[in-house]
């Protein structure tokens, strides 16, 4: 079945980058999303489509997408953005199904 | 603002039944692509099914196949995951999303539904 891969953690400091990788075999032919988890929270969309963001999403959020990996960046990120992030995708085979990667928690 | 509100979860033997409903006060569910995604205790999410807006095509993760069943009542403005055969594994926080206005994907979510299957 199709997978999407993600580092387990990534950690930087107040007001650094944040580079977040998302990898899969179908990500040159699917978008990528983004999504945003606090803790005991629902998932929030932070990119979609590869790079738009959401109206309300803060502009140092963005997202890239190049052969097999798709990035969200986070430009000066912020405490409050430490949180669990996850990547989302379709499959290609024609079974309808979506998929997530498994998940990196930002620490800031 | 999209609001979408799950129910039916609880306490369940292995290899039990259980019916989750989600419903979406101020808009019509017809119109949209509907996503169930589930999230363990302390791991991540887990895409699970979606179904048309019509409801003729689903799709189902292989982990559920055979065992759940996605469906809608539009004229009950309803979406609903029948579950069978439960196990062990299968329980989780039981999400229920919308697609976004300019795709599939899940954009708006619902604050869950927690299916926990344990003797």
């Known amino acids: 079945s199709y997978e999407l891969t993600q580092p387990p953690s990534v950690s930087v400091s107040p007001g650094q980058t944040a580079r977040i990788t998302c990898s899969g075999d179908a990500l040159p032919k699917q978008f990528a999303y983004w999504y945003q988890q606090k803790s005991a929270q629902a998932p929030v969309l932070v990119i979609y489509e590869d790079s738009k963001r959401p109206s309300g999403i803060p502009e140092r959020f963005s997202g890239s997408s190049s052969g097999t990996m798709a990035t969200l960046t986070i430009s000066g990120a912020q405490v409050e953005d430490e949180a669990d992030y996850y990547c989302y995708s379709t499959d290609t085979s024609g079974h309808y199904r979506g998929v997530f990667g498994g998940g990196t928690k930002l620490t800031v | 603002e999209v609001q979408l509100v799950e129910s039916g979860g609880g306490l369940v033997q292995p290899g039990g039944s259980l019916r989750l409903s989600c419903v979406a006060p101020g808009f019509t569910l017809t119109s949209y692509l509907m996503h169930w995604v589930r999230q363990p205790p302390g791991k991540g999410l887990v895409w699970v099914s979606r179904?048309?807006?019509?409801?003729?095509?689903?799709g189902y993760a292989d982990s559920v196949k055979g065992r759940f069943t996605i469906s809608r009542d539009n004229a009950k403005n309803t979406l609903y995951l029948q579950m069978n055969s439960l196990r062990a594994e299968d329980s989780a926080i039981y999400y229920c999303?919308?697609?976004?206005?300019?795709?599939?994907?899940?954009?708006?979510w619902g604050q869950g539904t927690l299916v926990t299957v344990s003797s």
């Open positions: 179904i048309s807006g019509d409801g003729s095509i689903a």
């Open positions: 999303a919308r697609e976004g206005t300019t795709g599939t994907y899940p954009a708006y």
